[in-house]
């Protein structure tokens, strides 16, 4: 497999519920980035991982937390989500410092209820 | 702060439509500018970019042009088809390992 691939394509869960989201790249890239994208709003850098370090955490409340295990791979872990919180999360990697490289997965459509 | 404004969509056209969806930015010094495209069910592509003022952007007969006295980057496609029905995403280039985005803008192109 090519490019970047996000599991699991949708996700429904309940505000207590826990879950994981995950993503993995095949381009050799060395930076990895979660964005949440809401209708009608910009799209919203949430975390970067640079080098396999959190480099960007852009005041995203801690019931979402992240995880790099390596440069392939990239988590984003859920718990006791709000519904405000049902969104498009979208996975993207680049080589570091090269962001308007961007490659991006198809995403994870999660609703909370 | 950075931050990209783009139009809100819908917009809706017929085939062979001129299309511009406007784009403004607000940032420190003068980024790189790009647009990237979301066809449905896929993630986001670049589509094309600029890297100084006056730069012109150009692919897939799309083209945008940095304006740095507007701080203006309008994508522009004389000739639009039904393929092209997809969200465009304008953004800016707003640190080391950093793209800022727009809201994105939803073009329907209806044959």
């Known amino acids: 497999e090519t490019g970047v691939t996000q599991t699991p394509r949708h996700l429904v869960m309940g505000m207590t519920n826990k879950k994981s989201l995950k993503c993995e790249q095949h381009l050799g890239h060395n930076a990895m980035y979660w964005y949440k994208q809401s209708a009608k709003k910009p799209l919203e850098l949430m975390f970067v991982?640079?080098?396999?370090?959190?480099?960007e955490n852009n005041s995203v409340p801690s019931r979402f937390s992240p995880e790099c295990p390596n440069s392939s791979h990239l988590f984003l872990h859920l718990h006791t989500l709000q519904p405000e919180d049902s969104a498009l999360y979208l996975c993207?990697?680049?080589?570091?410092?090269?962001?308007?490289?961007?490659?991006f997965g198809s995403g994870t459509q999660l609703s909370v209820l | 702060g950075n931050s990209v404004t783009q139009m809100e969509g819908p917009v809706t056209l017929s085939e062979e439509a001129f299309l511009t969806i406007n784009c403004t930015y607000t940032a420190t010094g003068y980024p790189s500018l790009f647009w990237y495209v979301q066809y449905p069910g896929e993630g986001l592509q670049l589509l094309l970019k600029a890297t100084k003022a006056d730069d012109k952007g150009s692919n897939k007969g799309f083209e945008a042009t940095y304006r740095k006295e507007t701080t203006s980057f309008h994508l522009e496609k004389g000739s639009v088809q039904v393929s092209d029905s997809a969200v465009y995403f304008c953004a800016l280039r707003g640190g080391y390992n950093k793209l800022i985005f727009g809201a994105g803008t939803r073009l329907a192109v209806h044959p």
């Open positions: 993207a990697s680049s080589q570091e410092g090269s962001p308007e490289k961007l490659f």
């Open positions: 991982y640079s080098l396999e370090e959190r480099v």
